[in-house]
């Protein structure tokens, strides 16, 4: 059983301790609005959508100097074990210096957005 989300977050850890401009994946929607938030956050320079039949999800990483602008990602819902939360109980990655992404009804948001909007969810995984 493949977790997507969790590929493509591997993916980016890998391209970025390898200093890699970029990396392509299989597309989707869950992915890009991941790619959106990144490229919201700083986290990534830029992220496009090519293909009309089989899309593919390029993204390009960021860096200063020659190390990655990530330092860490961590996946933590998974397919076998779900993490919901409710908007009062999205936690705080680094004590606001990272970045928690939760899947919500609003669509995929920052845990800072899911409290405004006091909407909990899915979290999918944290960002630092």
């Given at each position: 059983?493949s977790?997507?989300?969790?590929?493509?977050?591997?993916?980016?850890?890998?391209?970025?301790?390898?200093?890699?401009?970029?990396?392509?994946?299989?597309?989707?929607?869950?992915?890009?609005?991941?790619?959106?938030?990144?490229?919201?956050?700083?986290?990534?320079?830029?992220?496009?959508?090519?293909?009309?039949?089989?899309?593919?999800?390029?993204?390009?990483?960021?860096?200063?100097?020659r190390?990655?602008?990530?330092?860490?990602?961590?996946?933590?819902?998974?397919?076998?074990?779900?993490?919901?939360?409710?908007?009062?109980e999205?936690?705080?990655?680094?004590g606001?210096?990272?970045?928690?992404?939760?899947?919500?009804?609003?669509?995929?948001l920052?845990?800072?957005?899911?409290?405004?909007?006091?909407?909990?969810?899915?979290?999918?995984?944290?960002?630092?």
């Open positions: 059983m977790d997507p989300i969790s590929d493509l977050l591997t993916r980016i850890r890998n391209a970025s301790q390898a200093l890699l401009p970029e990396i392509e994946v299989s597309h989707s929607k869950m992915k890009e609005s991941i790619a959106r938030i990144l490229k919201h956050e700083g986290y990534v320079t830029d992220f496009n959508v090519e293909g009309s039949k089989i899309k593919k999800l390029r993204v390009k990483l960021k860096y200063q100097g190390k990655g602008v990530i330092v860490g990602l961590r996946r933590v819902s998974t397919p076998g074990l779900r993490r919901y939360v409710g908007s009062t999205i936690p705080r990655v680094l606001g210096m990272g970045t928690a992404i939760v899947s919500t009804p609003k669509g995929v920052t845990g800072v957005q899911a409290r405004k909007q006091n909407v909990g969810g899915e979290i999918l995984c944290f960002i630092w």
